[in-house]
């Protein structure tokens, strides 16, 4: 098999697609990466792709590449960059994608139509998928818990292919197969608005979100209303259940909710979010305006305020740039104007 003929290149190495890479590997499904860290390149080729995981370390010995040495052609695409490098991802693939090949977006946010615009809607598959993982240093992904995910094709409906990743992931997991991955990725953009506000304080996800449950609640309350306008059927994950944050839902059923959301993430050996690390640790721009500035217009084209959406969006950016620092009353102000809002 030559490096063309490989069902599987995972483009972007990180948190995601290394986890997956591995676990394929496991599975004893041939897959190869391509990564645009230089030095994380190195890392794989001198010593593996290592794994952390609860049960030790996975090691997987796989053809890695920078953008400049990869193969020619590419068949089934993981692609798992920030959200902010779609386009450009999506762009550098585009004329190396096979005729038959398709592109699988592995990562945060809603992503397809960017990658379509590239490649074509009958060559993407759309994907849902809640990792808890971090880079450690180059070379090294830490498992931080259990997730979930969702396939489907971005045109509509099933097909043998995303049954067949859906196969070859069974070493990671069982991935839900299912025409409505839409209902899942806007589920996770209300959670991950939760999971966004924590990055505003140095503190780990669960206390916070119980600590400050007025605008946690809020901020998925708002992405799930402009998630009813789009016509979206919401669709539950984890210990994640979006039907309890939506305008008008029992405040009981709510705050039992967010009880079972924090006890869940207070399992994970990950206790702080992606967001965070990259503001705190790796000081770089975060995923948060690419996710949640599309669903700010959305919200707007459909006449719906949504105000704590846009302050969590204005803070992370002031901390992006160091206009301002992480603390709680940040949060303290996104509590208080929930109650101006109601």
Same mark, same amino acid.
């Given at each position: ?17 290394? *986890? ?32 952390? *995981?609860?049960?030790?370390? @996975? *090691? !997987? ?17 993981? @692609?798992?960059?920030?959200?902010? *490098? ?52 180059? =070379? ?49 953009? =209300? ?9 505003? !304080? ?28 789009? =016509? ?66 959305? !919200? ?7 105000? @704590? ?24 102000? @996104? ?8």
């Amino acid at each position: 098999m030559t490096l063309a003929d490989l069902p599987y290149t995972v483009v972007g190495a990180g948190a995601i697609g290394g *986890t997956l890479a591995v676990h394929l590997d496991a599975q004893g499904v041939p897959v190869q990466l391509v990564d645009a860290d230089p030095g994380h390149v190195e890392a794989i080729r001198r010593n593996g792709l290592r794994l952390q *995981t609860p049960d030790g370390t @996975l *090691t !997987a010995h796989l053809p890695v590449f920078g953008l400049d040495d990869a193969p020619s052609q590419l068949k089934g695409v993981l @692609l798992a960059v920030k959200a902010q *490098t779609t386009d450009k991802a999506a762009a550098w693939i585009a004329p190396r994608l096979a005729p038959d090949g398709y592109v699988v977006s592995m990562q945060n946010g809603l992503n397809e139509a960017v990658i379509a615009a590239h490649v074509g809607a009958g060559r993407t598959i759309s994907a849902f998928v809640d990792l808890f993982a971090d880079v450690m240093e180059p =070379g090294l992904v830490k498992d931080g818990g259990a997730g979930g995910m969702a396939l489907g094709e971005y045109s509509g409906g099933v097909s043998e292919r995303v049954h067949n990743l859906a196969a070859d992931l069974q070493h990671w997991g069982s991935p839900v197969v299912t025409p409505n991955v839409d209902g899942f990725l806007w589920s996770k953009l =209300g959670f991950g608005a939760m999971l966004s506000a924590t990055a505003l !304080a140095d503190a780990d996800m669960a206390d916070l979100i119980h600590r400050h449950r007025p605008s946690m609640e809020g901020l998925a309350e708002e992405v799930f209303g402009v998630a009813e306008a789009e =016509g979206v059927a919401l669709e539950g994950f984890d210990a994640f259940e979006p039907t309890a944050y939506r305008r008008g839902a029992d405040a009981a059923m709510r705050e039992a909710a967010t009880d079972r959301l924090v006890a869940w993430l207070g399992t994970q050996s990950k206790t702080r979010s992606g967001i965070w690390r990259d503001i705190a640790v790796r000081r770089r721009p975060t995923e948060v305006p690419c996710h949640y500035e599309p669903v700010i217009a959305r !919200a707007q084209a459909h006449g719906i305020a949504v105000p @704590l959406l846009t302050q969590l969006v204005e803070l992370i950016k002031a901390l992006e740039t160091g206009h301002t620092e992480m603390g709680e009353p940040h949060l303290d102000a @996104l509590d208080a104007a929930v109650g101006v809002r109601s």
